[in-house]
């Protein structure tokens, strides 16, 4: 299957072509089909398939054919709404790339700088904006922005606008669209709170849904060790001094925590910087944009600031501190093995986190394998990982885990530089 297979049409191929794609990812396999045909979507597919390109493909094209039928003054016809501003900036990347031979414009707007750049953009005319509530919200009340020409509306990562408290926000959104518009609507997780504002945003809809084990489990290598909390920085500072060539994306649960990796790190000469709510516009962009250009080689973040990284050929994705919700694992290991990629996601586990890791390989159907022989290794009486002792096959399983990471990764880096054909990535 080929973009072409799909009926994208040559200006957007071309531009595919550009960037090295040919064959879409399984999500983007089935959503083009279905956007192309108008109907609305629910989506539901984390960080890491392809999701942007599944929705801002079929969009462009949609965009283009309208615009032959109607040569009017440039307006808002598409509106897609995301939580942070990093993936809003990723998303406008992602449209920029594709409708480069289209003519299509499209503007980012989010809040923490000067509203001034964003609002000469409007009034010059824009076909797509991408925006975060908060920027919206305030730039529609200053009668910037008129949502009655949307004919395309994507609200992206709603259960991050849940967990940050943006759902009063997308309601008032959504009361301001024309009822006659198409809707996508994409989610990783569907608690309660977001299947019932699927139902307020969408009509009748089809729905694609890829399982985070299809999407991680059989790309990324994954490893735990088991350490304790007052050891787990300096296992960091072992792991990266023993292989200080690759880039590094370091998860903190907190933004306290990500602060205090960054300082201890500093201590052993090794330079990093972290991205979490509380810095400012300038610093997170600073900081991704130094990591995304190779100057910076370790990246400590939260799980929100992380959404909209995307880092070319990530090869190590490390858990610092396990996430307590499991489907926040799966995210976080999808920055590395994006796409045709494949790549390494290694934890940290202290006791305290035995339970999370007990949920994250129910979620994800794997055994992940233990990593022992290091230096800082936990009482091996703790390590049992789950119901090993039940279950003398996995000891096997454990066994591969050791040998695959101790040593190093130069076997997957080397099969990762070497891959021929990459399918199209988020």
Request: charged share 25%; with cysteine; aromatic share 6%.
């Amino acid at each position: 299957m080929t973009f072409k297979d799909l009926g994208i049409i040559e200006p957007i191929l071309k531009a595919l072509k550009a960037e090295g794609y040919t064959n879409p990812t399984p999500i983007q396999e089935q959503s083009i089909p279905i956007l192309l045909r108008g109907t609305d979507l629910l989506g539901c597919a984390q960080t890491g398939t392809g999701k942007t390109a599944a929705f801002s493909i079929p969009i462009i094209q949609q965009l283009v054919l309208d615009r032959e039928a109607d040569k009017g003054q440039r307006k808002i016809r598409t509106l897609v709404v995301t939580p942070t501003r990093e993936l809003a900036i990723q998303i406008g990347e992602n449209f920029t790339s594709y409708s480069r031979f289209t003519g299509i414009k499209n503007t980012v707007i989010f809040g923490g700088i000067k509203q001034g750049r964003q609002t000469d953009a409007l009034k010059k005319g824009v076909d797509v904006l991408i925006a975060t509530p908060g920027r919206l919200l305030d730039l529609m009340n200053q009668g910037f922005i008129s949502l009655n020409d949307v004919k395309y509306a994507v609200l992206d990562e709603a259960d991050q606008m849940l967990d940050m408290g943006f759902i009063h926000d997308i309601k008032k959104i959504i009361a301001k669209l024309p009822s006659n518009r198409q809707s996508l609507f994409f989610s990783a997780t569907m608690p309660p709170a977001i299947a019932e504002l699927s139902k307020k945003i969408l009509g009748d809809f089809e729905r694609v849904t890829i399982k985070p084990q299809q999407a991680t489990a059989e790309k990324v290598e994954q490893g735990i060790y088991f350490v304790s909390k007052k050891n787990k920085s300096q296992l960091l500072i072992h792991l990266l001094e023993k292989d200080p060539t690759d880039s590094v994306l370091v998860f903190s649960r907190t933004k306290h925590g990500a602060n205090k990796i960054v300082k201890q790190l500093a201590k052993a000469d090794i330079k990093a910087d972290a991205i979490h709510g509380n810095k400012s516009q300038n610093a997170r962009q600073k900081a991704l944009g130094e990591f995304k250009d190779g100057d910076l080689k370790v990246l400590i973040a939260t799980d929100i600031a992380a959404r909209g990284i995307d880092v070319e050929e990530l090869s190590l994705v490390i858990n610092y501190d396990l996430p307590n919700v499991p489907e926040t694992y799966v995210h976080r290991i999808g920055r590395t093995g994006r796409a045709s990629a494949s790549g390494v996601a290694l934890s940290f586990c202290d006791v305290e986190e035995r339970p999370y890791l007990k949920d994250i390989q129910k979620l994800i159907n794997q055994q992940v394998p233990v990593i022992k022989d290091h230096p800082f290794e936990d009482d091996a009486s703790e390590a049992v990982p789950l119901e090993e002792k039940r279950q003398p096959q996995n000891r096997q399983k454990q066994r591969t885990g050791q040998s695959k990471y101790r040593g190093g990764r130069n076997s997957y880096r080397n099969r990762n530089r070497s891959r021929n054909n990459r399918s199209q990535k988020e």
